[in-house]
């Protein structure tokens, strides 16, 4: 059977690169699938319609792979790719999900967003034209951990929610367990992913 096997070709080599690359795009795009049945649990179904010209390019290109590195196998006697798109693949799909960007933004600057937590308690944040009500805006050089605004929330617990890329998915700071079903802009959230003691990442009803 190994004597019957050829050296790997151009062909082999694409293929191991292609799902290589495929793969790790795989990997870290389920960060967002978290996003996607949060969507459907609030009642987003139509606005992930807007993905699904996407998953089936995606779902299309895997099938590709696939038969492809099949074929290669059978007509050129070359298991490697098979193999490699075996491996890969699975490591892409059985790994600790990826860092989400706002646990990753928290991660590397949690002493500073501990900090922004100190500062609202204290109520030294201020407002700003754009961060008003119970909006507040960061102060000079903490911009980057907030760059839209920094929502507060006192009903059933003190509450932050820092608007990183959009006021829909939030990294929050829960100061009780009490206080985690409550936000201070629409009072409905679901739970993406917690991370810390007091912090989690949520997404929150358009309504």
Excluded at 25 to 40: K, Q, V, Y
Excluded at 112 to 117: A, K, N, Q, W
Aim: glycine share 4%.
């Amino acid at each position: 059977m190994l004597r019957s096997l050829k050296p790997l070709d151009t062909a082999a080599a694409l293929l191991i690169l292609f799902s290589v690359v495929l793969a790790e795009g795989i990997f870290l795009g389920r960060a967002e699938l978290d996003w996607l049945r949060a969507s459907w649990q609030l009642g987003w179904g139509p606005a992930t319609f807007t993905y699904f010209p996407m998953l089936v390019l995606i779902a299309s290109v895997v099938a590709t792979c696939i038969l492809l590195t099949l074929a290669h196998a059978l007509v050129a006697r070359q298991i490697i790719p098979l193999l490699v798109l075996l491996v890969s693949f699975t490591i892409a799909l059985l790994a600790p999900p990826p860092l989400m960007h706002e646990e990753s933004l928290f991660l590397s600057h949690r002493s500073d967003y501990e900090h922004l937590v100190e500062l609202a308690r204290t109520r030294q944040l201020s407002h700003t034209d754009k961060c008003r009500g119970d909006r507040l805006a960061p102060p000079t050089g903490y911009e980057h951990l907030a760059p839209q605004c920094i929502s507060l929330g006192a009903d059933g617990g003190f509450t932050l929610d820092f608007e990183i890329r959009t006021f829909y998915r939030p990294l929050v700071y829960f100061e009780s367990t009490s206080s985690i079903t409550y936000h201070p802009a629409c009072g409905v959230c679901i739970i993406l992913r917690q991370f810390d003691e007091h912090w989690y990442i949520c997404q929150e009803d358009f309504n």
